[in-house]
């Protein structure tokens, strides 16, 4: 049995605890919480929640820990810390910053001897590694990615933040025009508003200034002040009702060509997600599975998907892939 921890138990390590009871080859063996122990109930009968500063006493217990953070302070802290004793596995998607993440944990894990993956979700991850295949394939190519129709926890976040707003909820929707446009192979240049469109809806106190809530979310830098955005004012009972799930999804398309530019494809990867953390809970631990493996096998440092063979992240045997999916 492969011996998973969790360290942090939102909405992700929920997920992931979710998926581990899911696979056989696999118990949970604990949880690890900044919060106060006794306030944190998990799921799994039997298993133990313990302060994340005592994670040092479980050393030889756990054989891989996945760390469910958040990318902007967590995971940059946390990850590089945790795998110089433990084998580790996070979902850190600030783009923009995995190169100085990877390098952060490649240190760290290489100190303590461990196997460290960082980036392992849907994207950055499963999209990832789509994109890499398909830009291998077809060279002459463009990829395009859309996320979306779903929740955007991040944005939902910064909308609560607003004076004035009791709660929120903020979809991300690929703008159809300009995906039919991709799979119909022109690979236009797209603008952010053009790729994207956002919808928001707000729960506002009672005697709010909605139309200052509604101009503060439609300029807001980086995060809606780029996109067409739409605002809806709703009560608080509706947004539990219609809007109190987490979906998500989205699709990597590919327009290439070959023969000169003489015959034309297009490679499409889409996800359809009822519960965005769930299945990027699912992800991490078949990956934490190759974690395992390398780490089994002697490897050391940190690694990304694009280091990992689809064998390393199945709970088969290679007889049994080559049998039966291949």
Same mark, same amino acid.
């Given at each position: 049995?492969?011996?998973?921890?969790?360290?942090g138990y939102?909405?992700?390590?929920r997920g992931?605890?979710?998926a581990?009871r899911?696979n056989a080859?696999?118990?949970?063996?604990?949880v690890?919480?900044?919060?106060p122990?006794e306030?944190v109930?998990?799921?799994t009968?039997?298993?133990?929640?313990?302060?994340?500063?005592?994670?040092s006493e479980f050393?030889?217990m756990?054989?891989?820990?996945?760390?469910?953070?958040?990318?902007?302070?967590d995971l940059?802290?946390?990850?590089?810390?945790l795998?110089?004793?433990f084998?580790?596995?996070?979902?850190f998607?600030?783009?923009?910053?995995?190169p100085?993440?990877?390098?952060?944990?490649d240190?760290?894990?290489?100190?303590?001897g461990?196997v460290?993956m960082?980036?392992v979700?849907w994207?950055p991850?499963?999209?990832?590694?789509?994109?890499?295949y398909?830009?291998?394939?077809?060279?002459?190519?463009?990829?395009y990615?859309?996320?979306?129709?779903?929740?955007?926890?991040g944005?939902?976040d910064a909308?609560?933040?607003i004076?004035?707003?009791?709660?929120?909820?903020?979809? *991300?929707?690929? #703008?159809?025009?300009?995906v039919?446009?991709?799979?119909? $192979? @022109?690979n236009?240049?797209l &603008?952010?508003r053009?790729?994207?469109?956002?919808e928001?809806?707000?729960?506002?106190?009672?005697?709010?200034?909605?139309?200052?809530?509604e101009n503060?979310i439609?300029?807001?830098p980086n995060?809606?002040d780029?996109?067409d955005?739409?605002v809806?004012?709703i009560?608080?009972?509706?947004?539990?009702?219609?809007?109190?799930?987490?979906?998500?999804?989205?699709?990597v398309?590919?327009s290439?060509?070959?023969?000169?530019g003489?015959?034309?494809h297009t490679i499409e990867?889409?996800l359809?997600l009822?519960?965005?953390p769930e299945?990027?809970g699912?992800?991490? *631990?078949?990956? #934490?599975?190759?974690v395992?493996?390398?780490?089994?096998? $002697? @490897?050391t440092g940190c690694k &990304?998907?694009?280091?990992?063979?689809?064998?390393?992240i199945?709970?088969?045997?290679?007889?049994?892939?080559?049998e039966?999916?291949?």
């Amino acid at each position: 049995m492969i011996r998973i921890a969790i360290a942090g138990y939102g909405n992700l390590g929920r997920g992931v605890e979710c998926a581990v009871r899911e696979n056989a080859d696999m118990e949970l063996v604990g949880v690890f919480t900044r919060r106060p122990p006794e306030s944190v109930a998990v799921k799994t009968e039997g298993v133990g929640v313990y302060p994340l500063d005592r994670v040092s006493e479980f050393r030889d217990m756990i054989d891989v820990m996945v760390i469910c953070g958040g990318s902007a302070t967590d995971l940059p802290e946390l990850t590089p810390m945790l795998a110089e004793s433990f084998n580790v596995i996070d979902s850190f998607d600030t783009h923009a910053n995995i190169p100085a993440h990877f390098d952060a944990v490649d240190a760290a894990a290489k100190r303590g001897g461990k196997v460290a993956m960082i980036s392992v979700g849907w994207d950055p991850g499963m999209f990832s590694v789509m994109r890499a295949y398909a830009a291998s394939i077809l060279p002459t190519g463009k990829s395009y990615t859309f996320w979306g129709r779903g929740v955007s926890q991040g944005h939902s976040d910064a909308i609560r933040r607003i004076p004035g707003v009791v709660d929120a909820r903020q979809y *991300t929707v690929p #703008a159809q025009s300009a995906v039919e446009r991709v799979r119909a $192979g @022109e690979n236009p240049e797209l &603008t952010t508003r053009e790729k994207h469109t956002r919808e928001c809806f707000v729960v506002a106190e009672a005697g709010a200034d909605l139309a200052a809530i509604e101009n503060a979310i439609k300029t807001m830098p980086n995060y809606f002040d780029e996109y067409d955005t739409t605002v809806n004012f709703i009560t608080l009972d509706e947004l539990r009702r219609e809007h109190g799930g987490l979906p998500h999804g989205g699709s990597v398309i590919h327009s290439g060509s070959t023969a000169g530019g003489r015959s034309l494809h297009t490679i499409e990867y889409k996800l359809t997600l009822d519960s965005n953390p769930e299945f990027t809970g699912s992800v991490l *631990t078949a990956y #934490a599975r190759a974690v395992y493996r390398m780490a089994k096998r $002697g @490897e050391t440092g940190c690694k &990304t998907v694009f280091d990992v063979p689809p064998a390393d992240i199945s709970p088969y045997s290679t007889d049994y892939l080559r049998e039966h999916m291949l």
